[in-house]
């Protein structure tokens, strides 16, 4: 029997790229008590869609599939640049990983997402995650 666990995360944050790296830290960073161990190592990161909803998408589902191949434990996700392309939006960064404890990690899957500029200053971006967990 599969389970399906709700979470919705909202984050504000000065400017775009601040505001994406905010959600997928909240998505996917460890607390440190569920960190593999070993040393810690980078992975980069990189997706592109054709809106800022569907461009966070590719990148949850980018990195989940970098932790799993990788058997990664990610402790921090940085943002390096989020840019228009001619066919979207294009992002980039590096995770910052430990040795996975060899089991696979839940699958976020991104439902309802909004992103908007909430003020001059501030961008805020709201999703809806679903989690599928097996007893």
């Given at each position: 029997?599969?389970?399906?666990?709700?979470?919705?995360i909202t984050?504000?944050?000065?400017?775009?790229?601040?505001?994406?790296?905010?959600?997928?830290?909240?998505?996917f960073?460890?607390?440190?008590?569920?960190?593999?161990?070993?040393?810690?190592?980078?992975?980069?990161?990189?997706?592109?869609?054709?809106?800022?909803?569907?461009?966070?998408?590719?990148?949850?589902?980018?990195?989940?599939?970098?932790?799993?191949?990788?058997?990664?434990?990610?402790?921090?996700?940085?943002?390096?640049?989020?840019?228009?392309t001619?066919d979207?939006?294009?992002?980039?960064?590096?995770l910052?990983?430990?040795?996975?404890?060899g089991?696979?990690?839940?699958?976020?899957?991104?439902?309802?997402?909004?992103?908007?500029?909430?003020?001059?200053?501030?961008?805020r971006?709201?999703?809806?995650?679903m989690?599928?967990?097996?007893?």
């Amino acid at each position: 029997m599969t389970n399906h666990v709700s979470n919705n995360i909202t984050v504000t944050a000065r400017d775009l790229p601040l505001a994406a790296e905010a959600l997928l830290q909240a998505i996917f960073a460890t607390q440190p008590g569920e960190r593999g161990g070993g040393d810690s190592f980078l992975l980069g990161f990189g997706a592109e869609a054709p809106d800022i909803p569907d461009l966070i998408r590719a990148t949850v589902s980018d990195i989940h599939a970098q932790a799993t191949e990788q058997d990664a434990t990610i402790i921090a996700c940085e943002v390096s640049g989020i840019c228009p392309t001619d066919d979207g939006w294009r992002i980039w960064g590096t995770l910052e990983c430990t040795a996975g404890t060899g089991e696979v990690p839940r699958r976020p899957r991104p439902g309802t997402m909004t992103c908007d500029q909430a003020t001059p200053a501030s961008w805020r971006i709201s999703a809806n995650l679903m989690y599928e967990e097996t007893p």
